[in-house]
């Protein structure tokens, strides 16, 4: 029996593994950071025998209230990935499974790779209408990349999408991979009208070294990317410095931030209403938008989701609050489960690459409701 996680995003500590009933690991902490939730191993071992992997660690995690009804995830191809019985028992997550096969990997939530990540920028950037744009690079060297879909011209609103700022949150890129295919697709209507009004700005990954390092919230140097947008440097948060500037030299009258939230099972939107600069304006757009949303897809909804920020209270280090202050737009951050969506529950795989890439094609249907109303 072997476990190990010596690969793109594995994050795993061995504590003991010599008998199949008694596995225990630990969740290694981001690099700089006391940030740790994410894990991602390969267990190696004899198919059809019972096995008990038990992560100890995880009361201190980032997101104790994260464990409760969670249950991880398997893959036997590193294609389908499947929920496994788990159980949070207040202090360690127990994995209860019997693998049909020699090589079983295991996750917080289905990996989204970094040659994944490489294959969409390249299979984007082939695509009619869409070109890719070297921001800068980060700490460990590795490229920001920004997406560019639509022609820019007079009177076009400038929409601006990012995602996995912080890294553990994959189903954030999922949901881009969704977005881009029906974006790019000549033959969809609401594509077609959208970019007839707006260029779109799309980062697939804010937070690519974080991603292969298996981090969950922070980036090479253990900076929590969602919170630098007031004063990122060169230093610390090259990321959304690179972003940032961009923004500034195109413009930004809609900003969309993809998230994934680890306790509530349910997919909803934070906006800005605590920032200084909100307006009725703004407030109206925020309805919109959420109204179309629901009537795109069932599995949105506003009634749960975060406390709002009381009136000039909102901290401006978040990249919704920062971006919205500064360009007078617009602005949401958009939150998945990492457990299910508790409306629509599905035993067998939660909520899941499919869902969340699905979601990404239905939120430009709310996109496209508000586009010819951001100015």
């Known amino acids: 029996m072997r476990i190990s996680s010596n690969f793109d ?11 199949a009933d008694d596995i225990q690991l630990a969740i290694n902490k981001d690099n700089n950071s006391d940030f740790y939730q994410w894990f991602h191993f390969k267990l190696d071992s004899t198919p059809f025998i019972n096995h008990k992997l038990t992560i100890q660690n995880v009361d201190k995690a980032a997101y104790p209230d994260g464990w409760q009804n969670y249950q991880a995830v398997a893959s036997y191809d590193r294609e389908e990935w499947f929920r496994v019985d788990t159980e949070f028992d207040g202090k360690s997550l127990s994995i209860d499974h019997t693998p049909e096969h020699d090589i079983t990997y295991f996750a917080y939530f289905a990996p989204y790779s970094y040659e994944r990540h ?23 060297g590795r490229d920001m990349s920004l997406l560019v879909v639509g022609q820019p011209e007079e009177g076009k609103k400038k929409i601006w999408i990012t995602a996995r ?14 977005l881009l295919e029906r974006l790019l697709d000549e033959d969809d209507g609401v594509a077609r ?45 090259p990321e959304v410095l690179h972003v940032l500037n961009k923004m500034q030299q195109t413009g930004v009258d809609m900003f969309l931030d993809v998230h994934g939230d680890e306790a509530l099972p ?27 949303f629901l009537m795109a ?37 958009l939150e998945m489960p990492f457990k299910d969506n508790i409306n629509l529950p599905d035993a067998a795989y939660g909520w899941s690459p499919k869902r969340s890439k699905q979601l990404g094609e239905d939120v430009l249907i709310a996109i496209h409701a508000v586009a010819d109303t951001l100015r």
């Not at 709002?308 to 202050?325: H, I, S």
């Open 193 to 237: 009208s959208l970019l007839d009004k707006a260029v779109l700005y799309i980062v697939p990954n804010m937070n690519p070294d974080g991603s292969v390092r298996g981090h969950l919230r922070t980036n090479a140097n253990g900076a929590n990317l969602n919170r630098e947008w007031a004063t990122p440097t060169a230093e610390n948060s």
């Open 266 to 292: 349910y997919n909803f939107v934070a906006g800005s209403e605590g920032i200084p600069a909100y307006n009725a304006r703004i407030a109206a757009l925020e309805n919109s938008f959420k109204q179309a």
């Open 297 to 333: 897809t069932p599995e949105f909804q506003d009634e749960v989701g975060y406390p709002k920020d009381e009136p000039g209270k909102a901290n401006l280090t978040v990249a919704c609050n920062a971006v919205a202050q500064k360009f007078d737009c617009l602005a949401y951050t």
């Open 165 to 178: 700022q912080h890294p553990g949150e994959t189903m954030a890129e999922w949901l881009i991979e969704g």
């Open 118 to 140: 490489l294959d969409l920028i390249g299979w984007a950037q082939t695509c009619f209408d869409c070109r890719h744009e070297h921001l800068g690079e980060t700490l460990d």
């Open 9 to 19: 995003s594995g994050n795993i500590q061995v504590i003991r593994a010599e008998q």
